[in-house]
Each structure stands twice: as C-alpha cells, then as structure tokens.
C-alpha cells in the first residue's frame, strides 16, 4: 500500500508541475491574441501570469493524484476474477 501511496504522489507532483506550466501557457496566448492587452492597459492582463498558475496548483495535483491512485489500483486488481469472487464468497468460513 506505501508503494501505491508513493506513486500517487509522485503522478500529483507531475500534476503540480504541469498544471501550472499549461496555465502560464495558455495566459501567454491569451495575452498575445487579446487586442485589449498592451499599450494603456491597467495591468489586468498581467496579473493572470500569477493568478492562473496558482490558481490551477492545488486541483491539479488533486487530479493527477486521483488518477495515479486509480491507476495504480488498476494494475493492483485480481488477474483471475473468478477465483476473486470465490473467495469473496467464502470468506470468514472455515473451510
């Protein structure tokens, strides 16, 4: 369990790195194809270079997170269901 644990944590820094980096990005483009930021404008536009990139930080680690705990309980599931579900059956019985 410490070793799904570990991998979930490790698939949300990923997402603590990437989420922030594609909201710089996207503010980026943004900027460059908005006619209303540049010349005279009051900073607005600027401020979601920092606003994006920690706005995203936390559900984005929440996210990939999910998805590396899922994934590793995927590989963690029986191979052969029927012998699963057998014992699923028979558990708490003495044999």
Same mark, same amino acid.
Request: hydrophobic share 70%; aromatic share 6%.
């Given at each position: 369990m410490g070793r799904l644990l570990l !991998?979930?944590?490790?698939? !949300? %820094?990923? !997402? %603590? %790195?990437? !989420? &922030?980096?594609?909201? $710089? $990005? %996207?503010?980026?483009?943004?900027?460059?194809?908005? &006619?209303k930021c540049g010349v005279g404008d009051s900073g607005g536009c600027a401020m979601g270079l920092v606003t994006a990139p920690l706005a995203i930080a936390l559900p984005s680690f929440g996210l990939f997170f999910a998805i590396g705990l899922a994934r590793g309980l995927w590989r963690q599931r029986p191979c052969d269901?029927?012998?699963?579900?057998k014992r699923l059956r028979n558990w708490g019985r003495d044999e």
């Open positions: !991998g979930a944590i490790r698939s !949300g %820094l990923w !997402g %603590l %790195l990437l !989420g &922030p980096l594609i909201a $710089l $990005l %996207l503010v980026i483009a943004a900027m460059i194809f908005d &006619p269901l029927r012998a699963a579900i």
